[in-house]
């Protein structure tokens, strides 16, 4: 037996299944990063397009339209960093962020804690029909957002949430930032989504959530005014109509379990529940909604 030939051939083996593994890891990672955007759409559309005139190309022998094909491979990469920019540069800023997952925790005691004052105020505001928009800071520094408001830097309550949105006052039109546990700034201005899928009937406290969770990595609650319907955005989604014992389900997963599922390598759950109601949300009820 040639043992240095069948050395050569396991390593040869090896080497592809390396190749396999991580090439699967790569296209799993990027189908699971960019599922339930619109880069979901775009990307089926545009698969469909040049799988179609790459076989009729070849069917019919057409060597010129195939040659623009192969050429055209160069421009499809600078188009798609156009196209997903949003998601690019989300995903960047997460891979190049330091920081832990989320920044209100000290023990899990008042990571519980600021659950339950998050949803102590948000339903009071919710009741009583007044609108609200509360970003929670996770991964990705908010910082440029909050200097757009005034600084409170205050322990977060939800007496103090409350009053902050309350009708009249200088700053319930912006959104709060949350970060330690603490109320960094109210009256902010979060960016617009441009995602043209959205819901027409989305006002601008809605859009701006969704823009704000396009740009980072945070989670935010909206509260319409009109309807006193919840709603939740995180990376672009938006689940809408959703009671208390939903919210505090995404509350934990995402400001909790996530932290100590990624420790362990479990970052998949708070992920597929949140595509999970994103199918079975429920909308009865949800009219225009204004800021």
């Not at 299944?17 to 296209?27: K, P, R, S």
């Not at 804690?113 to 009071?124: D, G, K, M, S, Y």
């Not at 520094?141 to 409170?152: K, M, S």
Request: glycine residues 8%; aromatic residues 6%.
């Amino acid at each position: 037996m040639n043992f240095p030939s069948v050395f050569q051939e396991l390593t040869e083996y090896l080497r592809i299944g390396c190749e396999i593994g991580i090439l699967t890891f790569l296209i799993y990672s990027l189908l699971l990063f960019v599922r339930g955007t619109r880069a979901v759409t775009i990307l089926v559309g545009i698969t469909i397009v040049m799988m179609a005139v790459g076989l009729l190309s070849r069917g019919l022998g057409l060597e010129v339209l195939d040659w623009i094909l192969v050429k055209m491979w160069a421009l499809m990469a600078l188009g798609a960093l156009i196209v997903f920019q949003p998601e690019i540069r989300r995903a960047l800023a997460e891979l190049g962020s330091q920081q832990t997952r989320l920044r209100l925790y000290g023990a899990p005691k008042r990571e519980k804690e600021v659950i339950n004052i998050l949803l102590e105020a948000t339903f009071f505001l919710a009741d009583h029909r007044i609108g609200a928009l509360v970003a929670i800071e996770q991964n990705i520094g908010t910082r440029a957002y909050a200097e757009t408001g005034t600084p409170i830097n205050a322990p977060v309550s939800a007496k103090l949430l409350s009053t902050l949105f309350f009708p009249s006052t200088p700053l319930h039109d912006g959104g709060v930032i949350i970060r330690n546990g603490r109320i960094i700034a109210a009256g902010c201005i979060f960016p617009l989504a441009q995602n043209p899928d959205l819901n027409s009937s989305l006002g601008t406290r809605h859009r701006a959530a969704v823009g704000l969770t396009e740009e980072t990595d945070a989670l935010a609650i909206i509260v319409s005014e009109e309807s006193g319907a919840v709603s939740l955005a995180h990376r672009g989604r938006l689940i809408r109509g959703i009671n208390r014992a939903r919210l505090a389900r995404h509350l934990t997963n995402y400001l909790v379990k996530r932290r100590l599922n990624k420790s362990r390598g479990l970052i998949r759950r708070p992920i597929t529940e949140l595509n999970s109601d994103l199918q079975e949300q429920s909308t009865v009820g949800e009219g225009p909604i204004a800021l």
